[in-house]
DNA sequence: AAAGTGCCCAACCGCGTATGA
DNA sequence: CTCATACGCGGTTGGGCACTT
């Protein structure tokens, strides 16, 4: 079966945009609003693909676009928002294996799994660069996804010059470890989850992380918090006689995940919102914070995790009847 | 000066999701 | 509910240019 193609390859225009064609959809656009580009490109007499007239605009005309090199400032935030969005299931490893390292491994290790499988669950659903870019006044998403390749040079190596990289050693950025935060040259990156892998991010983590056998009885709930308009995804721990702990200070019998609606600030991703409030402005859109012990995952957006509140199988439920458990 | 090499980034691609008929 | 279309995303490509030999 053939790949759906977004456009009629033979009959349009490809490569780079001349000035003539930047100014005819910028007065389109002006002039009509964004949106339903399929027929921007027709009625603005644009020979060009609908998707590569809202790219251009996007990436390139819009009138807020910010131009010049990223700062250090916004450099500083790129990498704090990418260590906390993440490169799928990469970065936080050394935090959760080091939150693993302190707790009972027989007492939790389905809690933990289901944990990992939620946080996967989630990664999966989530937006990186968009939401970055979003933090990032006049930059793009593309921009910021550029910028970074390039940092960590992991960018777009063609046939053409990925022959030989040893050679003439290339200008070196800085690098820095993604998960420590700390510049190096290489940079060293967590175990990679690959996309494109046939193993599952849950089966992925199950592999990385050898938890021994045993069965966990456990209540799963979600609830909104009372001062905050926060929620609690909790799992506790309901089986009597526990293993015994790792060491006298890791005796946990349960274990939850806080869930806090922050607003966007460009100095500090913290303070709270009003759930209902910031989740209907698209100009401060929340994100909403894991705490995993020192792990933390930031999320788009509320609204299935609204659904899942309202879920009868979320409370008093086993692990397995979980969305995101297998 | 010319050729080779590698980086930058605009543009393209395919896929998943949202939306509306 | 189904299907078609539009949209939006991350991943990838490759032309152009700066730098090196």
Redesign the pocket.
Known sequence: MG?????D?EE??????SAEE?LILTDYVKAHG???????SKKAGLN?????C???W???LRPDIKRG?ISPEEEELIFRLHRL?G??LNINFPSITSFLSRISRDLVHRLVISHLRFISWIY???????????RLPGR????I???W???H?????????????????????MQRDVSTGVLQNPVQLSPVWE??TSVSPAEFWASMLKFSEGDIKARVSIQQGELHDNYCFSIDCVESGSPPPVNSDTNITSTSIEMENHQSNTESLSGFGHGEDVREDDADDPVMNFDFGDCDVFLPSL?SLADLMNSDILVGSNLSSLPWSD
């Not at 793009?140 to 921009?143: G, H, M, Q, R, V």
């Open positions: 790949r759906r193609l977004c456009c390859k349009v225009k490809k490569r780079a945009w930047d964004e949106g339903r580009w399929e027929s921007v060009r693909c609908g998707k590569s809202r790219l251009r996007l990436n390139y090199n969005l490169n799928r999966i659903r989530m937006c990186r660069w968009s939401l970055i870019a979003g793009t998403a593309n921009e996804k550029n910028y390749n390039t940092l040079g992991k960018s777009s190596r063609t046939s053409k010059n990925k022959k030989d990289l040893s050679r003439n050693s290339p200008k070196k950025k996309k494109d609204p």
